[in-house]
């Protein structure tokens, strides 16, 4: 691929609302572009692609645009801090795209200036997400529409490379838009972006969940610009409603009329080169007529998808084809080889099995074989089966003079039996676009009957120059640019464009220099001018002088040991030239003399503080005498055997060393005893025992009796004692069980309450407690603990524990009592005599209270005759009393009542009131 040529072409699609210059006869609304200003690497130079004559409009106006270098702009506290710059090639095209090619990413996203590497933030808060579904949104947008710069605004803990590559990843997914997923992987050459940080007087800004202010600014690079798309969609919907599908139209046919049109109406690009990118894109299939199998597949899949069918874009290493779903299952369409078949239908609605595509070519990438992938699109093993029986092709051809067409309609039956037939042609002039063909520009109808069915194909003639492949008609050379030459199909017009000047570079590979002749570094040379190059891209000369390697310094590296050293003088080495020209080198080795090789030597001892040893060498046999050390290792004499003294020597001389002994006894010196030491005393009784040892060695010399004492050695031990068992204090001899007295502990007995009954009164009621033994003797409180039961203010009765402490020496267990609540009592406030009987009338008291009792008697004791009424509700304050004897003087008193856990409780009687009952 020639780069120069390649960026030359993308800087024309972005540059201009034109197209490049293979236009298609069939683009009745395309706009025509007279300049288009190319970009050379190597000059400043514009020129016309188009010849003089063909030209009538004005020439274009180019606006220079002027960057402003923001370095001398007063940086405010809070800036943008780049972080990094980044740069991904489509992989769909990573065989003819490299990141060269790609437009180069903005600086820092702001107001649309380039600026340095540190800014002043113009971001609003607000523009900042967090969420990473609206950041691929907005770049699925972009893509979409064809935007070539892109800030996103991102809330981030911390930015890494492979965020941007996951949000471009995301953008490219699958959704029911036709202009979205495979369309826009298959549609962009790359993308370059630059990653910014926001910081506050050189710290990172945060938000509150501790995120950083990041800006990225994507660019991208598309095949087509935002006016070809545009132009595209409009010819898409216009050739879908000649169609006239409409909502009983079958999927099937919907696909193999869309199929059938691309395969008769676009032919494979082979006369484009690879530098020309259009060829790629639906576009150029639909628009130009011509494309590569990528426009092929983008073509398909834009117009199923708008037809609302489920298809995607298949690719191998070489090729790439679609799949599209009919009821349940996917089945496979090639279009660009089925272009070249005469039925158009050999590669149409086949199964994953069917030998036509288990070739090379067809070979799935592993991104469609996933298993995840094929429960998205199952395949169909076998070919669909077809709902029509015939396919018909029309061959449209101009006459000699290109002012008529004819057309033939080719027709391949089920049986694959194919024939041809003559079509009527019906000619409609349009408006003319192509200026010097004016009275060309007209729609070309055919029709053909088979088995009583019409079919119709139309041709577009509309006036666009329609220009060929182009010739060389000035060769470029190392330093000045060529030119093609292209011409109209049409009407004959040329166009020319410029071809880059290049050097034809050969690579030259480096060369090491030695000590007889001199080497080169690696360089790259023109093979037409001689120029030399640093590098493979020729844009770095160099000299002869600056690759040249001088000659060398003779190399000694293998050195040899001559085998020459003695005892005490080094040996030497000798290498020769490592460049094999001769020259030897010898050198002495420092630290390479033997040295003497002594023996083991032989000792004379003078006494035991004196020695000499007498070294012999090996080599040379020259005594050496030296004086030795000499050590002392004593080992004491014991009370019962001897010690000693060993005296050693030792000598050394020039690695060669020797010890020599000498021993003196001392003799054992017998044990001194100790004082004796009590290892058994006496007792009440037992003797004791008295052990004598060597206070030196330790050994046992002697034991002695100690006589018994006769004396007790009493301890007291206590049993506690609890209720209903008492306890008693003993005191016994820990050696023979003698009992020297014993004292008992009276059982505890009772638990006396200052007060077992009391009146509700809304207070809390804690009586105070005294306990007493089974002698009547009162326990000290510091033995036990009294626990209380809990509420202890309303009417009832309560339970109240003493529990014996675990630190009482004479008491252990518990003893529990109860006191009681009574309720609130009630007076009388009248009797009325009634006949045989009275109405009583007291005041009323329902706190605590569940009712009320009524007593009369015929005496003031209430012992004669004496009758009890209950009356069980607390809020009643009256009660008539009947059936009495008449004129008989009655006694009437009244209390309360509250039953608690089915027990009542009474309040004390009121006061009697006297009443005679009425006759």
Not at 155 to 181: C, F, H, M, N
Not at 361 to 379: D, G, I, N, V, W
Not at 550 to 565: E, G, M
Not at 623 to 634: K, L, N, P, S
């Amino acid at each position: 691929m020639k780069k120069r040529l390649l960026a030359a072409l993308l800087s024309a699609v972005l540059l201009t609302t034109g197209t490049l210059p293979a236009l298609a006869e069939e683009d009745s609304n395309a706009v025509e572009t007279d300049v288009i200003v190319v970009e050379d690497s190597e000059t400043e130079e514009t020129e016309s692609i188009f010849s003089p004559e063909d030209s009538d409009a004005s020439e274009s106006e180019v606006q220079e645009i002027v960057v402003e270098d923001s370095s001398a702009e007063e940086i405010s506290a809070e800036q943008e801090v780049l972080v990094t710059t980044e740069t991904q090639v489509n992989p769909l095209y990573a065989d003819i795209i490299d990141e060269s090619d790609l437009l180069p990413p903005a600086e820092i996203p702001s107001d649309g200036s380039r600026r340095s590497s540190t800014r002043v933030v113009n971001a609003a808060s607000d523009q900042y997400t967090a969420d990473q579904t609206e950041i691929v949104s907005q770049i699925r947008d972009a893509m979409r529409d064809h935007v070539q710069d892109l800030s996103v605004y991102v809330l981030l803990p911390e930015y890494s490379s492979s965020l941007a590559r996951q949000w471009i990843a995301q953008a490219k997914e699958e959704t029911d838009s036709p202009i979205e997923g495979d369309y826009i992987s298959w549609n962009y050459a790359g993308i370059s972006w630059t990653v910014t940080k926001t910081t506050v007087g050189g710290v990172d800004k945060t938000d509150a969940n501790g995120n950083r202010y990041y800006t990225v600014c994507f660019t991208f690079t598309y095949y087509t610009t935002a006016e070809q798309e545009n132009e595209l969609s409009n010819a898409v919907d216009s050739l879908l409603n000649e169609f006239a599908f409409t909502e009983s139209t079958s999927d099937y046919t919907k696909i193999r009329t869309i199929y059938q049109y691309i395969c008769q109406n676009v032919d494979y690009d082979r006369t484009n080169n690879e530098g020309y990118l259009l060829s790629h894109t639906a576009y150029a299939a639909l628009i130009d007529g011509t494309a590569v199998c990528q426009g092929y597949a983008s073509l398909l899949y834009r117009m199923l998808r708008q037809e609302g069918i489920s298809c995607r874009i298949i690719a191998s290493e070489t090729h790439g084809w679609n799949i599209a779903k009919i009821g349940e299952q996917y089945y496979n369409l090639d279009a660009t080889w089925d272009a070249d078949t005469d039925s158009h239908r050999k590669y149409f609605l086949l199964g994953a099995n069917d030998p036509l595509f288990l070739n090379d070519s067809h070979t799935r990438l592993a991104e469609y074989t996933s298993k995840e992938f094929e429960q998205c699109y199952p395949m169909a093993d076998v070919a669909y089966a077809s709902e029509d029986s015939i396919s018909v092709r029309f061959t449209w051809s101009p006459n000699a003079e290109r002012t008529d067409y004819t057309c033939i309609a080719t027709v391949t039956d089920a049986e694959e039996t194919v024939t041809s037939h003559s079509c009527t042609v019906t000619r409609t002039a349009i408006t003319p676009v192509c200026k010097s063909e004016s009275d060309r520009a007209a729609v070309y109808t055919a029709s053909v009957e088979i088995d009583g069915i019409t079919y119709t194909d139309t041709k577009k003639i509309t006036g666009t120059h329609t220009l060929d492949a182009g010739v060389v008609t000035i060769e470029p050379t190392c330093t000045a640019r060529g030119v093609r030459t292209y011409t109209c199909d049409n009407c004959g017009a040329t166009r020319t464009a410029t071809i880059s000047a290049g050097h034809t570079i050969v690579h030259v590979p480096a060369s090491a220099a030695t000590c007889q002749t001199e080497g080169n570094a690696e360089y790259w040379k023109c093979t037409a001018c001689d120029a030399c190059f640093s590098n493979e891209e020729g844009t770095k000369p160099t000299t002869e002088a600056d690759i040249t390697i001088s000659k060398l310094p003779h190399s000694f590296t293998d050195y040899r040991f001559n085998n020459d050293a003695t005892c005490t003088k080094d040996g030497t080495e000798t290498a020769s030239c490592d460049y094999g020209c001769g020259t030897t080198d010898t050198k002495t080795i420092s630290g390479t003399a033997t040295g003497h090789a002594y023996g083991k030597p032989t000792f004379t001892w003078t006494g035991t503080d004196s020695c000499k040893a007498d070294f012999l060498c090996g080599n040379c046999e020259k005594t050496q005498t030296v004086v030795c050390t000499i050590t002392a290792e004593t080992t004491a004499a014991t009370c019962t055997t001897d010690g000693k003294t060993v005296y050693t020597a030792t000598a050394s001389l020039e690695g060669a060393s020797g010890t020599d002994t000498k021993t003196e006894t001392i003799a054992a010196k017998g044990h001194t005893s100790d004082g004796g030491t009590v290892i058994r005393e006496p007792t009440c009784r037992l003797a004791g025992m008295r052990l004598y040892v060597c206070v030196d060695c330790g050994e046992k010399i002697k034991e002695q009796t100690i006589p018994a004492t006769k004396k007790h050695t009493y301890k007291t031990v206590i049993t506690k004692a609890k209720p209903g068992t008492n306890g008693k204090i003993v005191e016994r001899c820990s050696v023979c069980e003698n009992v020297k007295s014993t004292t008992t502990i009276s059982a505890p007995k009772t638990v006396k309450l200052s007060k077992t009954s009391y009146i509700y009164d809304k207070k809390t009621k804690k009586p105070t407690v005294t306990v007493k033994d089974a002698a009547g003797k009162t326990i000290a409180a510091s033995n036990y603990s009294v626990t209380y039961a809990s509420g202890r203010k309303n009417v009832g009765s309560y339970k109240v524990t003493v529990k014996f402490k675990s630190t009482s020496k004479n008491y252990t267990d518990s003893l529990s009592t109860t006191f009681q609540i009574n309720p609130k009592g009630t007076t009388l406030k009248s009797v009325a005599a009634a006949k045989k009987g009275f109405t009583a009338k007291w005041t009323k008291q329902a706190t605590q209270t569940t009712g009320y009792q009524i007593q009369y008697a015929t005496n003031s004791k209430f012992t004669s005759g004496a009758k009890t009424v209950t009356v069980s509700k607390n809020k009643t304050v009256s009660k008539k009393i009947t059936k009495l004897k008449a004129k008989k003087k009655y006694y009437v008193r009244i209390r309360t009542y509250k039953t608690v856990s089915g027990k009542k409780y009474y309040s004390s009687w009121s006061k009697a009131k006297t009443v005679t009952t009425k006759k």
